[in-house]
C-alpha cells in the first residue's frame, strides 16, 4: 500500500495551491484521511481530516482558507488552499487509515513542499 502526494511547490502571499494524495495497493477499505505539515524545526501538525462520511476538521490556523475533500471511487484526498501566507510554509504530508489483510493501520505519503514567498 502507497500514498503519493503532489501538488506543492512555490506561490506568493496570497495565492493557492491544490494538494492531492492517492492511495495505490491492495486494501479493503479508506477510513479517514488527514494532511499534516511539518515546519523546519518544529513538529508535525494536524491541518485537517475528513472521514469516510465526508465530515471535516481544520486547524484554526487554516479555518476559512484551506477545504479538504474525498474521492472516494479515485482513493483520493484534495487540499485546496487559498490565501497562503508564510507561515503555511512546510512539507505537507496525507496521511489514511486503511484497512488491508493486515487490518486497520495509518499510512504516510512521501510529502510535498509548499513554499510562500512574502
Known amino acids: 500500500v502507497q500514498l503519493q502526494a503532489s501538488g506543492g511547490g512555490l506561490v506568493q502571499t496570497g495565492g493557492s495551491l491544490r494538494l492531492s494524495c492517492t492511495t495505490s495497493?491492495?486494501?479493503?477499505?479508506?477510513?479517514?484521511m488527514d494532511w499534516h505539515r511539518q515546519a523546519p524545526g518544529k513538529q508535525r501538525d494536524l491541518v485537517a481530516s475528513?472521514?469516510?462520511?465526508?465530515?471535516?476538521n481544520f486547524a484554526d490556523s487554516v479555518k476559512g482558507r484551506f477545504t479538504i475533500s474525498r474521492d472516494n471511487a479515485k482513493n483520493t484526498v484534495h487540499l485546496q488552499m487559498n490565501n497562503l501566507k508564510p507561515e503555511d510554509t512546510a512539507v505537507y504530508y496525507c496521511?489514511?487509515?486503511?484497512?488491508?489483510?493486515?487490518?486497520?493501520?495509518?499510512?504516510w505519503g512521501q510529502g510535498t513542499q509548499v513554499t510562500v514567498s512574502s
Open positions: 496521511n489514511a487509515r486503511l484497512l488491508t489483510s493486515t487490518g486497520w493501520n495509518s499510512y
Open positions: 475528513i472521514t469516510s462520511g465526508g465530515s471535516t
Open positions: 495497493g491492495n486494501k479493503f477499505r479508506i477510513g479517514a
